[in-house]
């Protein structure tokens, strides 16, 4: 059973910077397409960053672009999104998600392509 745990959400003012984290473990396999979404309430669930952990694309959300980096250390099963100039809109829960052993293949972006969830860390940011 594949289990995805975020942390380091938390407030920050506008400007601000965070590092989100993501650790996997039961899944065994180097070679994923994993992704960070985010809910912010009354909003649909949005896609901002995947990589794909076999070559290390990575995709971004138009919205995020220039501002967040996703990365990972495959050493530690553990996912990153390095979230700079945070705005009030970034507002929202952030999940975690992995595709399993499936590349990424223009689905990057489509929660239901995705198979595990973690339960989200949430990050505020105030003006």
């Known amino acids: 059973q594949v289990q995805l745990v975020e942390s380091g959400g938390g407030s920050v003012q506008t400007g601000g910077s965070l590092r989100l984290s993501c650790v996997a473990s039961?899944?065994?396999?180097?070679?994923?397409?994993m992704g960070w979404f985010r809910q912010a309430p009354g909003k649909e669930r949005e896609g901002v960053a995947a990589?794909?952990?076999?070559?290390?694309?990575?995709y971004y959300a138009d919205s995020v672009k220039g501002r967040f980096t996703i990365s990972q250390d495959s050493a530690k099963n553990t996912l990153y999104l390095q979230m700079n100039s945070l705005k009030p809109d970034d507002t929202a829960m952030y999940y975690c998600?992995?595709?399993?052993?499936?590349?990424?293949?223009?689905?990057?972006?489509?929660?239901?392509?995705?198979?595990?969830w973690g339960q989200g860390t949430q990050v505020t940011v105030s003006s």
């Open positions: 998600a992995t595709r399993g052993p499936l590349f990424c293949s223009g689905h990057q972006f489509e929660g239901k392509s995705y198979i595990y």
């Open positions: 039961g899944y065994t396999g180097s070679r994923s397409c």
């Open positions: 990589i794909y952990t076999g070559g290390g694309s990575t």
